[in-house]
């Protein structure tokens, strides 16, 4: 059974900075690429960023390109997510997710098997 867990949310003031964990158990975690993704109140679930089973290819969100960076240890089985100089539209819940079919960075929800609850971040102005 594939399990993913995110952790390291909260509530942060304007150009604060978090650091997000997500904890893969069950499988192979080295295998397979990941993403996190993020959804605010009464919008899409959109992405935020990805990254290949080895680690040596990334992708960001426009909007959060230069702020954010996404890394993975694959002994630990857990995908990082650092964001810093967080803006109060950057609050929503954040997921991470595991794409089991390539190890490509995609950028939509249906590229993704598996999903983590979500971890909240909130960010005051």
């Known amino acids: 059974q594939v399990q993913l867990v995110e952790s390291g949310g909260g509530l942060v003031q304007a150009g604060g900075s978090l650091r997000l964990s997500c904890a893969a158990s069950?499988?192979?975690?080295?295998?397979?690429?990941m993403g996190w993704f993020r959804q605010a109140p009464g919008k899409e679930r959109e992405f935020v960023a990805a990254i290949t089973w080895e680690g040596t290819r990334t992708a960001y969100a426009d909007s959060m390109k230069g702020r954010i960076t996404i890394s993975r240890d694959n002994a630990k089985n857990t995908v990082y997510l650092r964001m810093n100089g967080l803006k109060p539209e950057d609050t929503a819940v954040y997921y991470c997710?595991?794409?089991?079919?390539?190890?490509?960075?995609?950028?939509?929800?249906?590229?993704?098997?598996?999903w983590g609850q979500g971890t909240q971040v909130t960010v005051s102005s």
């Open positions: 069950g499988r192979t975690f080295s295998s397979y690429a």
């Open positions: 997710a595991e794409n089991r079919r390539s190890n490509s960075l995609g950028h939509q929800t249906h590229e993704y098997d598996y």
